[in-house]
C-alpha cells in the first residue's frame, strides 16, 4: 500500500504571509492541530502548528496579530511522497511523533495522511449488528 492509495486529497493549508490571528481563527474553525503552509507553486514550505500559536501567544500576546505565518512556521516542512509506502510514512510520523504529514509530488501538496488514516486502512470490520435476526454488518 502507498501513500496516495490512503491519504485524504481535500487538504487545508495556510501561505507564508497569512497572520497569525487568521491562522489560529482557521485552526479553531477546522478543528486542525496544524496546518502545511505552501507557497504560490503549493509547494510546501513549512508548517505552523498550535504549539507554534502557543510559544508566540506565550512571547508576546498581541504578537498574534502582527505576526504572520513564515516567522513561526518549521521550515523545511517534513512530508512524504506519495508513493512512499504506507510502512515508511508511519516511521515519520514515529520518529518526528507527528498526528498527521503532509504528501506531496515533486514537491506539491497532493494530500495529508493521518494517524488515523493509516488505521483505518488496516482495521477490519469484526462486529455483526443483530436486527430482527437478520445478521448485517456495521
Same mark, same amino acid.
Request: hydrophobic residues 40%.
Given at each position: 500500500?502507498?501513500?496516495?492509495?490512503?491519504?485524504?486529497?481535500?487538504?487545508?493549508?495556510?501561505?507564508?504571509?497569512?497572520?497569525?490571528?487568521?491562522?489560529?481563527?482557521?485552526?479553531?474553525?477546522?478543528?486542525?492541530?496544524?496546518?502545511?503552509? #505552501?507557497?504560490?507553486? $503549493?509547494?510546501? *514550505? /513549512? @508548517?505552523? +502548528?498550535?504549539? &507554534?500559536? !502557543?510559544?508566540?501567544?506565550?512571547? =508576546?500576546?498581541?504578537?498574534?496579530?502582527?505576526?504572520?505565518?513564515?516567522?513561526?512556521?518549521?521550515?523545511?516542512?517534513?512530508?512524504?511522497?506519495?508513493?512512499?509506502?504506507?510502512?515508511?510514512?508511519?516511521?515519520?510520523?514515529?520518529?518526528?511523533?507527528?498526528?498527521?504529514?503532509? #504528501?506531496?509530488?515533486? $514537491?506539491?501538496? *497532493? /494530500? @495529508?495522511? +493521518?494517524?488515523? &488514516?493509516? !488505521?483505518?486502512?488496516?482495521?477490519? =470490520?469484526?462486529?455483526?449488528?443483530?436486527?430482527?435476526?437478520?445478521?448485517?454488518?456495521?
Amino acid at each position: 500500500m502507498k501513500a496516495a492509495d490512503i491519504m485524504t486529497t481535500r487538504v487545508t493549508a495556510t501561505t507564508e504571509n497569512a497572520t497569525c490571528i487568521d491562522l489560529a481563527r482557521k485552526i479553531l474553525s477546522g478543528f486542525f492541530s496544524g496546518l502545511p503552509v #505552501v507557497n504560490n507553486e $503549493g509547494n510546501v *514550505v /513549512g @508548517i505552523v +502548528s498550535e504549539i &507554534d500559536l !502557543l510559544k508566540l501567544i506565550h512571547t =508576546d500576546r498581541s504578537a498574534l496579530y502582527t505576526t504572520i505565518t513564515k516567522d513561526v512556521m518549521h521550515s523545511p516542512a517534513i512530508c512524504v511522497n506519495e508513493d512512499d509506502d504506507i510502512e515508511s510514512v508511519i516511521s515519520v510520523l514515529m520518529e518526528n511523533k507527528f498526528v498527521r504529514v503532509p #504528501v506531496v509530488r515533486d $514537491g506539491e501538496l *497532493v /494530500g @495529508i495522511i +493521518s494517524r488515523s &488514516d493509516i !488505521l483505518r486502512s488496516y482495521v477490519r =470490520d469484526d462486529f455483526i449488528v443483530f436486527d430482527s435476526g437478520e445478521k448485517t454488518s456495521e
